[in-house]
């Protein structure tokens, strides 16, 4: 630090001998080692109390990071759960799916369920291109179809067969 050499030392203590007087100077020097003393106490304690605030900047620190590391194994934890939820949801519904499956597929239903259907069947308008084509032998005259529809011919109309005659009936709801 300062580079005081033994000749630049003699000269101080030739001044001080000389500006303060050889009765005064014991008590000068003691003087000055107490202050120097205080000094170095000072500086010391300054030097201890700084190490100490460090030392509390890292308690703090590593505090914080204990309770950063304590939310980020909540954080964890809870993920977790949420996976074993997810898991838990989709074996649940991986066994549905397994016991719907033991009862075949859907689309399989008992005869009695496909009543909706023939009535579905039966609204639908009936067009020539799906219109069953009579045969000879299923042929009739105008007097069968007198029969089956309950009513005398037109005049003006051709005769129809049977089928034909079944086929407007069940359109119409009173077949069967």
């Known amino acids: 630090m300062f580079d005081i050499g033994f000749t630049e030392l003699l000269v101080c203590l030739v001044v001080a001998l000389v500006v303060i007087g050889p009765e005064q100077l014991p008590g000068a020097v003691r003087t000055a080692g107490l ?15 700084i190490e100490r605030q460090i030392g509390a900047d890292d308690i703090r620190r590593q505090l914080h990071n204990e309770e950063v590391m304590q939310n980020i194994e909540e954080a964890r934890i809870k993920f977790e759960q949420t996976l074993l939820d997810v898991q838990q949801y989709e074996d649940a519904n991986a066994d549905a799916r397994r016991q ?49 529809t309950g009513s005398a011919p037109v005049a003006g ?9 079944a086929n407007t009936s069940a359109q119409s709801g009173t077949g069967h």
Do not use: M
Not at 35 to 49: A, P, Q, V, Y
Not at 110 to 117: F, I
Not at 157 to 165: M, V
């Open 100 to 148: 719907a499956s033991d009862y075949g597929p859907p689309d399989e239903l008992p005869d009695h369920a496909h009543g909706d259907e023939s009535a579905a069947e039966r609204s639908k308008p009936v067009t020539p291109a799906t219109a069953p084509q009579p045969t000879p032998a299923a042929s009739t005259t105008s007097s069968t179809t007198v029969a089956s």
């Open 35 to 49: 202050w120097i003393g205080r000094l170095k106490r000072s500086l010391r304690d300054t030097r201890n109390e």
């Open 157 to 165: 109309t051709t005769p129809t067969t049977t089928h034909q005659a």
